[in-house]
């Protein structure tokens, strides 16, 4: 059994930046692709970026591309997003996502993180 706990979030002007962290408990951490998920209120939740088993390879939503950098850290079973530049349609509640199975299909999540940015 995994389980996932996000952290970092707050409020921050726009512009300013924010660093969130998803710790995970279990074993196999380095062997799944996880990923960063957020839902705005009133909207559906939408992916933002994932990392592969090794961290190599990452891909990001159109809408944080140049702004927002996933990493993990599998020494300490923790992921990692950096937010720079953030905008007032950046908030919303942040999860982080582990798939041990079909790709693309995540089987674990966080119980979510708030990041609020003010204009």
Not at 29 to 57: C, H
Not at 63 to 69: A, H, P
Not at 80 to 109: F, H, R
Request: include cysteine.
């Amino acid at each position: 059994q995994v389980q996932l706990a996000e952290a970092g979030g707050g409020l921050v002007q726009a512009g300013g930046s924010l660093k969130l962290s998803c710790a995970a408990s279990g074993r196999g951490f380095s062997d799944y692709v996880m990923a960063w998920f957020r839902q705005a209120p009133g909207k559906e939740r939408d992916l933002v970026a994932t990392i592969s088993r090794n961290g190599e390879a990452t891909t990001y939503a159109d809408s944080v591309k140049g702004r927002f950098t996933i990493s993990r850290d599998d020494a300490k079973n923790t992921m990692y997003l950096q937010m720079n530049s953030l905008k007032p349609e950046d908030t919303a509640v942040y999860y982080c996502a582990l798939d041990v199975g079909i790709p693309g299909e995540y089987d674990y999540w966080g119980q979510g993180t708030q990041v609020t940015v003010s204009s």
